[in-house]
């Protein structure tokens, strides 16, 4: 498990609202923090959930994992991916 920092939700809320689309941000996400696993999904597959963090370019959700299983998670701490959403 990796973990996120308040610092590093900082970093991420830069990037993500520096970025001009949700490539952009995936892509600047897995460069900057290597071994977080990082997923674009399209927005219906995330429809009625909270995102940990909204950006410019991308609704972030924090993906939490036993080793088996993804879920999502709310705790930075316990996050080992983020779940990357376009903004409309």
């Known amino acids: 498990m990796m973990g996120l920092s308040t610092d ?3 970093v991420l809320s830069g990037l993500g609202n520096a970025a001009p689309d949700v490539a952009a941000l995936a892509a600047a996400a897995r460069a900057h ?6 997923t674009v999904v399209d927005a219906l597959d995330v429809r009625g959930e ?3 963090l909204e950006t410019a370019s991308a609704d972030v959700y924090l ?3 036993d080793g088996h299983c993804w879920s999502l ?4 701490a316990a996050a080992s991916g983020l779940m990357l959403a376009a903004r409309s």
Do not use: I, Y
Not at 33 to 38: I, K, T
Not at 73 to 76: H, I, L, Q, R, Y
């Open 8 to 10: 590093d939700m900082s």
């Open 63 to 65: 993906l939490g994992s």
């Open 50 to 52: 909270t995102p940990a």
């Open 33 to 38: 923090w290597n071994g977080l696993r990082v």
């Open 73 to 76: 998670t709310s705790d930075p």
